[in-house]
């Protein structure tokens, strides 16, 4: 008999290394999206985005953190660490997103500047970045990974 519960079994991921690179691949796609911005603006654009990436990254992760209570109810702890799938294909398809959505049609045109731009939509992005944060924030430990004591992982 299984006495272990979903909130302490070894598939869960190990939150500050998770949150650390969360917040760095946050902090990736948020320049991502910014090129039109530094490709317009020039490299004195580059360090406040930076800075912007970094502040806009670290909020996301708190959102997507809060967003994985839902992985509290039993049901859904079973189903997303009892496996890799399900994390994998979240990320593999907001990556998808966020490299083709453009080429798409899936754009928004901003008229923020003085001469208006075709970039991604506005919800593709978002929806794409916190499935990512999700999918990195919420990672399931391999396999190969739990017969390790946790002292080593």
């Given at each position: 008999?299984?006495?272990?519960?979903?909130?302490?079994?070894?598939?869960?991921?190990?939150?500050?290394?998770?949150f650390?690179?969360?917040?760095?691949?946050?902090?990736?796609v948020?320049?991502?999206?910014?090129?039109?911005?530094?490709?317009?603006?020039?490299?004195?654009?580059?360090?406040?985005?930076?800075?912007f990436?970094?502040?806009?990254?670290?909020?996301?992760?708190?959102?997507?953190?809060?967003a994985?209570?839902?992985?509290?109810?039993p049901?859904?702890?079973?189903?997303?660490?009892?496996?890799?799938?399900?994390?994998?294909?979240?990320?593999?398809?907001?990556i998808?997103?966020?490299?083709?959505?453009e080429?798409?049609?899936?754009?928004?045109?901003?008229?923020?500047?003085?001469?208006?731009y075709?970039?991604?939509?506005?919800?593709?992005?978002?929806?794409?970045?916190?499935?990512?944060?999700?999918?990195?924030?919420?990672?399931?430990?391999?396999?190969?990974?739990?017969?390790?004591?946790?002292?080593?992982?």
């Amino acid at each position: 008999m299984n006495t272990e519960s979903p909130l302490t079994s070894p598939e869960r991921p190990r939150p500050k290394l998770n949150f650390f690179a969360a917040w760095v691949a946050g902090g990736f796609v948020y320049m991502y999206w910014a090129r039109e911005v530094i490709v317009a603006e020039g490299v004195i654009a580059l360090p406040p985005q930076f800075i912007f990436g970094a502040i806009f990254s670290l909020v996301c992760v708190g959102i997507a953190a809060l967003a994985g209570l839902i992985l509290r109810l039993p049901v859904f702890s079973r189903l997303w660490y009892s496996t890799l799938v399900p994390a994998v294909v979240l990320l593999v398809c907001a990556i998808v997103l966020l490299l083709r959505g453009e080429g798409w049609g899936l754009t928004g045109t901003s008229t923020e500047s003085d001469s208006p731009y075709q970039t991604l939509h506005p919800a593709v992005f978002y929806g794409s970045l916190f499935a990512i944060l999700f999918a990195i924030l919420h990672f399931p430990r391999p396999a190969w990974l739990r017969k390790v004591p946790p002292s080593f992982v």
